[in-house]
Antibody
Framework: QVHLVQSGAEVKKPGASVKVSCKAS????????MHWVRQAPGQGLEWMGW????????NYAQKFQGRVTMTRDTSISTAYMELSRLRSDDTAVYYC???????????????WGQGTVVTVSS | SYVLTQPPSVSVAPGQTARITCGGN??????VHWYQQKPGQAPVLLVY???GRPSGIPERFSGSNSGNTATLTISRVEAGDEADYYC?????????FGPGTKVTVL
């Protein structure tokens, strides 16, 4: 069965960085895009970008360019999302979500991690 | 930039049909996906590519897309369908979500 399991909750101070992990199982990790989506308290879903685990290529939403870095470790089928220069409005639940097969476009996010709560507070 | 619109809320009685719209300029030319999110849970894919249904999703959930409006239809609504529903599409190389619709079962 396909699963995405994320790391635990984080509390960070403004200006710090946070790195969230997402371990995939039950499918070929390098065969699908991995996306990151966040949701602020009481708000909607916001797409942050994707990583191609096969090529290490990335595509970030314009809003997060310069602050977000998505990486992966293929040896342990794990994707990472690091967000730097944290602000209070980065407080949110961060989700990883599996996208489409590498090379395809316009795909849905069919499998989601359980979410990681990141709280930014002084 | 491309914008998706959804009604903030929809109310429906059990056993009736709920229709949730997702508006966008010529959205019929895009593939639209729909997600259900219950409180405290991660989103779940309900419909992909306008009208496809993933394995395990009941036939009560269906989608359509034409012109400037995509629609998620929930037939024979049950109490357990009470949730937030989001549409999603791609604009160039960026994924976009609608603002979400809260479905209340009366």
């Amino acid at each position: 069965q396909v699963h995405l399991v994320q790391s635990g909750a984080e509390v960070k101070k403004p200006g710090a960085s946070v790195k969230v992990s997402c371990k995939a199982s039950g499918y070929t990790f390098m065969g699908y895009y991995m996306h990151w989506v966040r949701q602020a308290p009481g708000q909607g879903l916001e797409w942050m970008g994707w990583i191609n685990p096969n090529s290490d290529g990335t595509n970030y939403a314009q809003k997060f360019q310069g602050r977000v870095t998505m990486t992966r470790d293929t040896s342990i089928s794990t994707a990472y999302m690091e967000l730097s220069r944290l602000r209070s409005d980065d407080t949110a639940v961060y989700y990883c979500a599996r996208g489409g097969i590498i090379g395809t476009t316009q795909n849905a996010f069919d499998i989601w991690g359980q979410g990681t709560v990141v709280t930014v507070s002084s | 930039s491309y914008v998706l619109t959804q009604p903030p809320s929809v109310s429906v009685a059990p056993g009736q049909t709920a229709r949730i719209t997702c508006g966008g300029n010529n959205i019929g030319s895009k593939s639209v996906h729909w997600y259900q999110q219950k409180p405290g849970q991660a989103p779940v894919l309900l419909v992909y590519d306008d009208s496809g249904r993933p394995s395990g999703i009941p036939e009560r959930f269906s989608g359509s897309n034409s012109g400037n409006t995509a629609t998620l239809t929930i037939s024979r609504v049950e109490a357990g369908d009470e949730a937030d529903y989001y549409c999603q599409a791609w604009d160039s190389s960026s994924a976009l979500f609608g603002p979400g619709t809260k479905v209340t079962v009366l």
